[in-house]
């Protein structure tokens, strides 16, 4: 069984910092690119960003490229995302899923981030 759990989430005020973590197991996670997709209130999915099998590529939505880095460990089967310079217009839920998308799986129960002062 695919399973996904997101973790990291909170209430930040602007220009803080949040590192987001996605455990993940019931799949070889070291043979599957990975995503970062997020959902605003009232608004529709969003592609964050990216990254490869092995981690070396990345790629990022321009509304987050230069503030958010995406990682992975593959020993220790966990997705990450690192976002600094946060804005309001960040808020939302963050959600992992395996592939590049536009269409995805399997998903996580999500992680809430409030960037508000």
């Known amino acids: 069984e695919v399973q996904l759990v997101e973790s990291g989430g909170g209430l930040v005020q602007p220009g803080g910092s949040l590192r987001l973590s996605c455990a993940a197991s019931?799949?070889?996670?070291?043979?599957?690119?990975m995503s970062w997709v997020r959902q605003a209130p009232g608004k529709g999915l969003e592609w964050v960003s990216a990254i490869n099998s092995g981690g070396g590529s990345t790629s990022y939505a321009d509304s987050v490229k230069g503030r958010f880095t995406i990682s992975r460990d593959n020993a220790k089967n966990t997705l990450y995302l690192q976002m600094n310079s946060l804005k309001p217009e960040d808020t939302a839920v963050y959600y992992c899923?395996?592939?590049?998308?536009?269409?995805?799986?399997?998903w996580g129960q999500g992680t809430q981030v409030t960037v508000s002062s």
């Open positions: 019931g799949f070889t996670f070291s043979s599957n690119a």
């Open positions: 899923a395996p592939g590049y998308g536009p269409e995805y799986e399997y």
